[in-house]
């Protein structure tokens, strides 16, 4: 799994990005073509699997984008031991839970029953 960062900064009508950790770099007229060639330029670097990613706006003209190459297969590691866990010690933890809500439930009705409102 493959953690890529860009620096993106607009000058004039193009905006570039250069990664923090080595020398891939992508540039284009919107942040939105940007974003696609930046997400290929780390594919051609590592293609491992899926890909996610984060762009966030620092300034008008500057920006932070995160690729994420191999995430779903993680995600969908971390989803099927999930899937398997409920059948061991995880009934007694969703009954605590209920028994919780129930608790919290009869703690506002109580509140209810006060016999004056706070809007008279």
């Known amino acids: 799994m493959g953690v890529f960062t860009f620096v993106c900064r607009n000058s004039g ?4 990005g250069k990664s923090l950790s080595g020398d ?15 997400v290929q330029t780390a594919l051609s670097s590592d293609s491992s699997g899926g890909v996610q990613s984060s762009f ?5 003209t500057s920006a932070v984008f995160q690729v994420i190459v191999g995430a779903s297969a993680a995600a ?14 995880a009934a007694p933890a969703a009954e605590e839970k209920k028994e919780e809500k129930k608790e919290e439930k009869k703690e506002e009705s109580e ?3 006060m016999g004056f409102s706070l809007f008279d």
């Open 13 to 16: 009508d193009e905006w570039t």
């Open 56 to 60: 966030s706006f620092v300034t008008p």
């Open 76 to 89: 969908a590691f971390v989803g099927g031991s999930a899937a398997s866990a409920p059948s061991g010690g």
């Open 24 to 38: 891939l770099e992508a540039s284009a007229g919107s942040t939105f073509d940007l974003q696609r060639k930046l």
């Open 111 to 113: 509140d209810e029953d």
